[in-house]
Nanobody, 123 residues
Framework: VQLVESGGGLVQAGGSLKLSCAGS????????MGWFRQAPGKESEVVAA????????YFADFVKGRFTISRDNAKNTVYLQMNSLKPEDTAVYYC?????????????????WGQGTQVTVSS
């Protein structure tokens, strides 16, 4: 599975961004999809994940109520809508894919990674 992110950029605190991730290669709808992020000097951390049918979602505590994840299997695309952004959300955001949503909650068990897109939130 090849993953290509888009939608990153610079936004002021309190603003919104929507990230997109286009998948190609294997059957996109068979895979759980998610997002990780890595801030400078910090370890990568899972942000959100969604199962193949979009019936189950996972969110890290630090984004609950602010971010939503969705997917369009017909377009082979997963989205991360980020609202009420904070400066601490500044990071490179990576799209990830794996067979189950559980496997997407740890870096070590993620099967596929995108190249990342920078999100910068100014105060």
């Amino acid at each position: 599975v090849q993953l290509v992110e888009s939608g990153g950029g610079l936004v002021q605190a309190g603003g919104s961004l929507k990230l997109s991730c286009a998948g190609s290669g294997r059957t996109f709808s068979n895979y759980g999809m998610g997002w990780f992020r890595q801030a400078p000097g910090k370890e990568s951390e899972v942000v959100a994940a969604i199962n193949p049918s979009a019936s189950t979602r996972y969110f890290a505590d630090f984004v609950k109520g602010r971010f939503t994840i969705s997917r369009d299997n017909a377009k082979n695309t997963v989205y991360l809508q980020m609202n009420s952004l904070k400066p601490e959300d500044t990071a490179v955001y990576y799209c990830v894919a794996g067979l189950t949503i559980q496997l997407l909650r740890k870096m070590e068990t993620v099967a596929y990674w995108g190249q990342g897109t920078q999100v910068t939130v100014s105060s």
